[in-house]
C-alpha cells in the first residue's frame, strides 16, 4: 500500500482528518530546512508538501515568493532539494511526502529525470502548479513511469469534464483550491463545496485535500466540515519561518500541533 | 478548449487550473468574435476613426542606399504611439463582449500599459497596470500618461523589477479576479488562446505593409524587418508574410551589452527551450531552470520569454533571428532622427540598426520593410542621457 492510502486509512480509523505542511525546501537554509521537516513530523503534520524553490513562481502569494526568494540567495538547487529529502526519507520511513514545483523546473531536468530522481529521494507525489490537466498528459506519463502519484488540482470552477480526467488519472490525493487567487493565510475562509466534493466523490477522485488560504486551527475544522479529507497549510508556516529566525523549527513545532489538533474530532 | 493552442512544438496552456475556465471563455469569445461582421465593423471603424489606420509606409529619403531601399511602417504614428493600440481595442471590444468590468495589463516599456489605459478609459473599463519598478523609474512619462487616462499604475518589487515580474503579478491578479477582469496580455506570448489572439489583432500591420509594398516597388520585399521582445509587432508583421516564402522574416532580439555575456534580452539567441508564463518556447534560464533576469537598453524587449509562434519559426527555419546591441540601436536611433527626421522608439531602433546593416552589406537591388512599432516620446529622457558624451 502507498504511504497516502496508508495515512488516510489510519487516520479514518481515528476519525480524523489529515493535517498537511508546506515549506519550502531550502527556506531559509539547508541545515535549517532540514530541521524544520524533522520539527513539523514532531508537531504532528501527517503528510509533507515541500517546494522546489523557483524563481517565478505564479501561483504563489508573496509569503511564499519570499521563501523561494531567500532560498534561492542561498544558492539552493534542485539537486539539494532532492539530497534533502534524501536524508529526510532515511529518518523518516513513513510520512508521505508531496512535492510541489513548477513545469519549468520539471523540464529543465529532463521530465522522466525529475520524476526518477523524486521517486530516489524518497517522494510519494508531484504536483505541478502550472500544467492543468489540459497539459499533463506527459507529465502523467513521466510520473507513472517511476511510480510518482501525479496530484491534480481541482477548483470550484472546475468544469465536470476536467474532473472526470483528474478522477481517473490523479493519485494519492485530490489537491482543492479552497479559494481563487494565490497562496495566503487569510483571516476568512469559507469553504462552499459541496458540488465539488460531491462531484470528485461520484467520479471515484483520490482523498480531497483542501488548501491556499489555510492558518488558523478553526480553518481546519471548518474545511473537515465541509468534507474534506484533509488539508494543507503553508503560508501560515512560512511565515513562521521567516519571522522566528534562529528559532524556525520551535516556531513551526508547535504551530503544527495546534493545527493537527483541530483534526481530531 | 477547441483549440490545441500549438504551434508545432511550442505554445500551449501552461496555467494552474483554476484559471482554465478563463482561457477557454476567452477562446470562445475570440473565436465567435472573428466570425461576426458587427465586432468586426466596430473594431475596423475604431482603428479607422480612432487609432488612425491605415498606416503609412514610409520610403527612407537618407537611408539606404543605390542598391538598398528602406521603408518604415509607420506604426509610431499610431493613437497611443506605437502598435500595441491596434490590439488593446480589439481585446477591449472582447472584454466588453465577455461582460468584464475591469481589465489588467502588464507593461514593459510602458507603451502596453498606455495602450490599457486608452481602452479603459474609451470602453469605461476599470484599468490597473502592473509594472516594474525598475521600468516606472525609467518610463516615468509613460506612467503619467497612463494615470492621466485614469489607469492605477502598481510597481512590481519582485525578481529584477521589469517586465517578467510584470506579468508575474498581472498572472496573480488574474487567479483571483477573472470572474470580473479581463487580463489584457501585451504581446504573442502567455498561454493560449493569447498567442494566436494578439497575432490576428496586429496581423493588420503586415497587411497592409504588403499592398502598400506592391504598390511603391510592384513587388515583395526582400526581408521584412521587426525587433522582438515578447514579439507582437514581428508577428503582426510576419502573419501576412508567412506565405511568401521568397521574403525573409528578420526578427531582432536586445543584445543588450552583448550576447556574450548575460546582459542582453536576446531569449532566441542564447535561450533554450522551457515553460514560462503560461506557454512552452524558448526562455532564458540557468541549467536547473531558474529564469534569468535580462537587460536590455529599451524595456520593452527586457523579456526572458518570447511568443511560442516565434519559437516555431526559429526552428522550422522560416524566420531568422538575430540581435543589435544598446549601442546598436541607439546609433540607428540618432542617425534615423538626424536624417529622416523620426525619432522613434528604443525598440523599433533595433530593426532599423538591422536593417542599415543589411542595406550596407546588399550586393543587388534589394528592398527592406521595417516595422516601425513606436515613437521614441518616452525615450526623451533616457536618449538625452545617454547620447549627451556623444554630442558633446
Redesign the interface.
Same mark, same amino acid.
Given at each position: 500500500m502507498n504511504r497516502y492510502d496508508a495515512m488516510f486509512r489510519r487516520l479514518g480509523a481515528r476519525n480524523e482528518g489529515a493535517f498537511g505542511a508546506f515549506v519550502t525546501l531550502g527556506d531559509p537554509d539547508l541545515a535549517t530546512s532540514s530541521d524544520i521537516l524533522d520539527a513539523l513530523v514532531e508537531g504532528g503534520a501527517d503528510m509533507l508538501e515541500v517546494g522546489i524553490p523557483f524563481s517565478d513562481p505564479v501561483a504563489d502569494g508573496p509569503v511564499i515568493q519570499a521563501a523561494s526568494v531567500r532560498a534561492l540567495a542561498k544558492g539552493v538547487t534542485p539537486a539539494d532539494c532532492f539530497a534533502l529529502l534524501t536524508h529526510f526519507r532515511s529518518r523518516h520511513p513513513d510520512i508521505p511526502v508531496g512535492l510541489l514545483t513548477y513545469a519549468n523546473i520539471v523540464v529543465a531536468r529532463g521530465r522522466e529525470a525529475f520524476y526518477q530522481a523524486a521517486r530516489s529521494a524518497g517522494v510519494d507525489s508531484v504536483l505541478v502548479a502550472d500544467v492543468p490537466v489540459f497539459e499533463a498528459a506527459p507529465y502523467l506519463a513521466a510520473s507513472r513511469a517511476s511510480a510518482i502519484a501525479p496530484v491534480l488540482i481541482a477548483a470550484p470552477n472546475t468544469p465536470e469534464s476536467t474532473l472526470r480526467r483528474l478522477a481517473a488519472e490523479g493519485e494519492g490525493y485530490t489537491y482543492c483550491v479552497a479559494r481563487a487567487g494565490v497562496t495566503g493565510a487569510d483571516e476568512e475562509v469559507r469553504f462552499g463545496h459541496s458540488q465539488l466534493l460531491g462531484t470528485l466523490k461520484a467520479f471515484g477522485a483520490p482523498p480531497p485535500v483542501f488548501g491556499f488560504g489555510i492558518s488558523r486551527p478553526d480553518h481546519v475544522a471548518a474545511a473537515l466540515d465541509a468534507g474534506a479529507a484533509g488539508v494543507i497549510s503553508g503560508s501560515a508556516i512560512v511565515r513562521l519561518i521567516a519571522d522566528n529566525p534562529g528559532e524556525e523549527a520551535d516556531a513551526v513545532r508547535g504551530f503544527v500541533a495546534d493545527m493537527k489538533a483541530a483534526t481530531r474530532r | 478548449?477547441l483549440m490545441d493552442g500549438r504551434f508545432g512544438a511550442f505554445g +500551449?496552456?501552461?496555467?494552474?487550473?483554476?484559471?482554465?475556465?478563463a482561457l477557454e471563455m476567452l477562446e470562445k469569445a475570440f473565436l465567435d468574435a472573428q466570425q461576426d461582421e458587427a465586432f468586426r465593423k466596430e473594431l475596423g471603424d475604431l482603428l479607422l476613426k480612432y487609432a488612425g489606420r491605415p498606416t503609412p509606409l514610409t520610403r527612407c529619403r537618407n537611408l539606404g542606399n543605390d542598391r538598398a531601399r528602406i521603408y518604415l511602417k509607420r506604426e509610431d504614428l499610431l493613437h497611443g504611439g506605437a502598435h500595441k493600440t491596434n490590439q488593446v481595442l480589439a481585446q477591449g471590444l472582447l472584454a466588453k463582449r465577455m461582460g468584464k468590468t475591469r481589465i489588467i495589463a502588464e507593461t514593459g516599456a510602458g507603451q502596453h500599459g498606455v495602450a490599457t489605459a486608452l481602452t479603459g478609459a474609451l470602453f469605461g473599463l476599470e484599468t490597473r497596470i502592473y509594472m516594474g519598478a525598475h521600468d516606472v523609474e525609467r518610463q516615468k512619462l509613460n506612467v503619467f500618461r497612463m494615470q492621466l487616462m485614469g489607469a492605477e499604475v502598481i510597481p512590481v518589487t519582485? +525578481?529584477g523589477q521589469t517586465l517578467?515580474d510584470a506579468v508575474?503579478e498581472a498572472?496573480?491578479d488574474w487567479?483571483?479576479?477573472?470572474?470580473d477582469t479581463h487580463y489584457l496580455l501585451g504581446t504573442v506570448a502567455g498561454p493560449h488562446p493569447f498567442p494566436l489572439m494578439v497575432r490576428e489583432f496586429q496581423r493588420i500591420i503586415g497587411k497592409e505593409a504588403r499592398a502598400q509594398i506592391l504598390e511603391e516597388e510592384g513587388r515583395l520585399p526582400d526581408a521584412v524587418i521587426a525587433c522582438v521582445g515578447g514579439g507582437s509587432n514581428a508577428m503582426g508583421m510576419f502573419a501576412d508574410f508567412v506565405e511568401d516564402e521568397a521574403v525573409r522574416l528578420i526578427g531582432v532580439e536586445a543584445a543588450g551589452r552583448g550576447i556574450e555575456g548575460d546582459e542582453h534580452g536576446a531569449t532566441l539567441l542564447r535561450g533554450r527551450?522551457?515553460?514560462?508564463?503560461?506557454a512552452e518556447t524558448y526562455?532564458l534560464?540557468d541549467?536547473?531552470?531558474?529564469?534569468a533576469d535580462t537587460w536590455s537598453v529599451s524595456a520593452g524587449l527586457d523579456y526572458p520569454a518570447v511568443g511560442p509562434e516565434h519559437a516555431h519559426l526559429k526552428d522550422s527555419g522560416r524566420g531568422e533571428y538575430v540581435g543589435a546591441t544598446d549601442r546598436e540601436a541607439l546609433d540607428a536611433f540618432a542617425l534615423l532622427a538626424r536624417s529622416e527626421g523620426i525619432v522613434c522608439a528604443f525598440e523599433s531602433a533595433h530593426a532599423l540598426s538591422h536593417a542599415l546593416k543589411m542595406a550596407e552589406a546588399a550586393t543587388e537591388d534589394t528592398v527592406l520593410v521595417v516595422n516601425l512599432s513606436g515613437r521614441g516620446d518616452k525615450d526623451m529622457e533616457q536618449a538625452q542621457r545617454l547620447l549627451s558624451g556623444d554630442a558633446a
Open positions: - | 478548449m +500551449g496552456a501552461y496555467v494552474p487550473e483554476i484559471l482554465m475556465p519582485s +525578481g517578467k508575474n498572472l496573480r487567479t483571483a479576479s477573472f470572474e527551450p522551457g515553460i514560462l508564463h503560461g526562455v534560464q541549467v536547473d531552470g531558474q529564469i
